[in-house]
């Protein structure tokens, strides 16, 4: 157990919707980064927050949000949702902004897109 | 933006024997390499990191391996066990303020066979 949490584990739902999926950082850990996973992407990298504030943006798409509230809790909003979205989702912590300490990584939730 | 590539895709071994992945890096600016070990539907965990101001590291029976020049970094296991059936990913990374971000590997499966 990484002590990182995500909720839920699956989440199943239909084409054009919207869904959140929620993270907890490890206690003390400030920064939350999220990540995709899909068999033809491979794990992507898609946005990093830090105490709250934007740090890094990687390949997510403008349907898609995040924000970290003042618990440090991070929230994924995906919107009109596609088949291609599709994927596991992960979340994953570290104590500093700096990408260059271990990240550890919660079990993920696995969304399908119908 | 940084460009990762992993061979092989799909590694078997012997067990006891010992197992070599690659990775080649295109970003002269990244300066963190990972190794990730993901079990079938479980979590990216972290097994190894080297920065590149060391040229090899090793905890036990794993050893990473950097050559800046090359842009080349490689993962040794040896005395390969069951317990190490597994998809590996490595990943790089600037440390420091606006990275982009892990960017991995595609995986590499490798498997054990006693």
């Known amino acids: 157990d990484s002590g990182v949490t995500q909720t839920p584990k699956h989440l199943i739902t239909a084409t054009g919707q919207r869904v959140t999926l929620r993270c907890s950082p490890r206690?003390?850990?400030?920064?939350v980064y999220w990540y995709q996973q899909s068999l033809d992407q491979g794990l992507q990298f898609l946005i990093q927050y830090y105490n709250g504030e934007e740090r890094a943006k990687g390949n997510i798409l403008e349907r898609f949000s995040a924000q970290q509230f003042p618990d440090l809790h991070s929230e994924l909003n995906l919107s009109s949702l596609e088949l291609g979205d599709s994927a596991l989702y992960f979340c994953?912590?570290?104590?500093?902004?700096?990408?260059?300490?271990?990240?550890?990584f919660g079990p993920g939730t696995r969304l399908t897109v119908l | 933006g940084e460009n990762v590539e992993q061979h092989p895709s799909t590694l078997s071994v012997q067990e006891g024997d010992s197992a070599v992945i690659k990775c080649t890096y295109s970003?002269?600016?990244?300066?963190?390499f990972p190794w990730y070990k993901q079990e079938l539907g479980k979590r990216p965990q972290l097994i190894i990191d080297i920065r590149s101001n060391v040229g090899e590291k090793k905890d036990q029976r794993i050893a990473v391996t950097l050559n800046k020049t090359a842009k080349h970094f490689s993962l040794h296991i040896t005395e390969t066990q069951p317990e190490d059936s597994a998809v590996y990913f490595c990943a790089a990374s600037r440390s420091g303020g606006g990275a982009d971000g892990l960017t991995f590997g595609k995986g590499t499966h490798l498997i054990i066979q006693p």
């Open positions: 206690s003390g850990d400030l920064s």
């Open positions: 970003d002269s600016a990244s300066n963190y």
């Open positions: 994953a912590s570290s104590v500093s902004s700096d990408q260059g300490n271990e990240q550890f």
